[in-house]
């Protein structure tokens, strides 16, 4: 069937599978729509591309919306995250002499204590560590993770910006000697035996949202039944994709020379957990190393903008008030309940919440009484109150 | 008298890294260096503190240069994204050669202008013949597969060049294909089947 067409940006991730599969498997069409899918190289370029109208809607780093909202970042223009495409997903890495030099300190690589991670990292020397662009849940959650430890010192950790596709060879070339990054890239350095990984994201914030689907406003208000087409495509396909019957299917579809163009059993290793932490390859399994649909993963919760806001607004030196209340305005739970509620979402009775307060599986107030929560701690077990000033 | 413009070029493909200096160098007084090597792309940049910085908008290291033009320590020199800026046309011109431009702040727009408007026509130049080339060189190996296919055809069924040009023709149509990929499918099962 051939509805109207939308146009959704991508880089090759394995967390742009909601995107990606919608489209593969045909969800759009199911819901009167065709998407063509643009691959880009960089960051920067799709979120140009969104700005300025070539492409209807993307998959964008959660805090670009924000950011931009809060006038960090080259153009002018308001975007929505209309809802969260996935949660969790990135590891972090070290070169392999790194590696060798935390081990033979005793380091055991358990792939899960942010803490000793930090403890043991900060024992070496000074480290020069790759995030995929300036405005990425990988710099918020690198830079929360080694706030106030030797490592937030002066001089002791650099971080640069690597593409993700280029990370594996500048920690081979040794630019530099860590990094975060989003899967596969991570286990595509453990691929290459250039890298070991050191922790995956959630060990850091159990719930951090990692991508989302952008869209300018002025668009989705013209058209809000594509918008809203759009978005049950992709919930659907999440849902699909979180199924653990479809993992290997979702792998091999994600290999494709147009999508990710890499070997599916490297990207299959995030969508199961079962993480290669090593070229030796030991093995570590990660509850919830990457989510797309459980446990509201979509939902936008206004709280999780509001931290990126906060956050932001302080390392770049802006007002957190005003920061506060504009990041959180692109954060459209609102369009989230809208269109999706309808569809079958259980919807949270709540909006915004306390970040990190989930310490075991909690069933919440819901739409459909089902909704149950999965941990959302921060490693040093932090509560952030989206109404407090401190983030 | 102006000091000369100081540009940077980050252009892996020496043939277009060329055109692009000869262009400029006509259009205005310009010191240019250019960067092919990604290695290291933000010290490069950085030690030279040039005044613009230009680069395919696909380039994969792009992002590295969000992260300078970001950068506003005391030594750092302000830099600006310049596609969005106050003037749509010429925004829409660099997006369409596939060009970014990052500019320090307060440089005088008419020398901003002269570099631009000569970078849009010169990465729009090299675009399109890249393009074209890509697509003759495609052509090429078409044609080199499908006289592969014929010769196949016609020694396997002893019928003369013309036939087996028709038979790919028809059986491309019969199966919606294009003539090269049934051609190409052919030759990779002869190829198989010794």
Redesign the interface.
């Known amino acids: 069937m051939s509805g109207p067409r939308v146009s959704v940006g991508f880089l090759p991730l394995t967390d742009a599978a909601p995107v990606l599969l919608a489209q593969a498997l045909h969800f759009d069409a199911a819901e009167g729509i065709g998407i063509d899918l643009v691959r880009v190289p960089n960051w920067s370029h799709l979120r140009d591309l969104l700005v300025l109208g070539q492409v209807d809607a993307a998959q964008m780093l959660a805090p670009v919306p924000v950011a931009m909202a809060l006038g960090l970042g080259g153009l002018r223009a308001v975007v929505d995250a209309l809802m969260v495409l996935s949660v969790n997903g990135n590891t972090l890495g070290v070169s392999r002499a790194l590696a060798g030099q935390m081990r033979a300190r005793g380091f055991g690589f358990d792939f899960a204590d942010a803490l000793a991670a930090r403890d043991a990292l900060a024992a070496t020397g000074p480290i020069r560590l790759g995030v995929p662009f300036p405005f990425s849940t990988h710099m918020e959650l690198v830079h929360r993770w080694v706030e106030g430890s030797a490592l937030a010192a002066d001089g002791r950790l650099a971080v640069r910006t690597v593409p993700p596709p280029l990370m594996a060879a500048a920690l081979a070339a040794g630019e530099i000697d860590a990094f975060c990054v989003g899967e596969p890239w991570g286990s595509l350095a453990v691929e290459q035996g250039v890298g070991e990984l050191l922790l995956p994201g959630a060990a850091i914030w159990g719930s951090a949202p990692e991508k989302v689907l952008a869209m300018r406003r002025d668009r989705a208000e013209e058209r809000p039944d594509i918008a809203g087409a759009l978005m049950r495509a992709v919930w659907r396909a999440a849902a699909w994709l979180e199924t653990p019957d479809h993992r290997i299917t979702a792998a091999e579809l994600l290999a494709q020379p147009d999508f990710l163009d890499l070997a599916p059993e490297t990207i299959e290793r995030a969508l199961s957990g079962q993480m290669v932490i090593s070229p030796a390859g030991e093995l570590r399994g990660v509850p919830r190393m990457i989510a797309f649909h459980g446990g509201a993963a979509g939902f936008p919760w206004r709280s999780q903008a509001t931290w990126f806001a906060r956050r932001l607004a302080r390392r770049h030196g802006l007002d957190p008030g005003a920061a506060a209340a504009a990041g959180t305005a692109v954060w459209r739970s609102d369009l989230y309940r809208r269109h999706l509620g309808p569809a079958g979402a259980d919807l949270p009775a709540a909006s915004s919440r306390l970040e990190g307060a989930v310490r075991v599986l909690t069933a919440v107030a819901s739409s459909r009484g089902r909704l149950i929560l999965p941990p959302d701690g921060f490693f040093d077990g932090a509560i952030f109150d989206p109404e407090a000033a401190e983030c | 008298m102006p000091s000369p413009l100081s540009i940077v070029v980050v252009e892996p493909d020496p043939d277009r890294a060329r055109s692009i200096v000869d262009g400029l160098r006509e259009a205005q007084d310009c010191e240019i260096l250019v960067i092919g090597e ?3 792309l ?1 010290r490069r940049i950085a030690e030279r503190n040039p005044d613009v910085v230009l680069i395919d ?11 300078l ?2 950068a506003s320590g005391p030594l750092d020199r302000p830099v ?2 310049f ?2 800026r106050s003037d749509p046309e010429l ?2 011109a660099a ?1 369409e050669a596939g060009l ?1 431009a990052y500019v320090v702040a307060g440089l005088r727009p008419d020398r901003l202008r002269a570099v631009i408007d000569t970078a849009v026509s010169r990465f729009a130049l090299t675009s399109r013949m890249r393009a074209e080339l890509d697509a003759a060189r495609r052509a090429l190996e078409e044609r080199k597969v499908i006289d592969r296919a014929k010769g196949i055809l016609m020694k396997a069924r002893g019928i003369g060049e013309d036939e087996a040009y028709a038979l790919l023709r028809r059986t491309a149509m019969d199966q919606k294909r294009r003539i090269a990929d049934v051609a190409e499918a052919l030759v990779t099962a002869a190829g198989l089947l010794g």
């Open positions: 990604t290695a290291a933000s908008i696909a380039h994969p290291s792009r992002d590295v240069l969000e992260e033009a970001l600006a994204m596609v969005d925004t829409r997006i970014s």
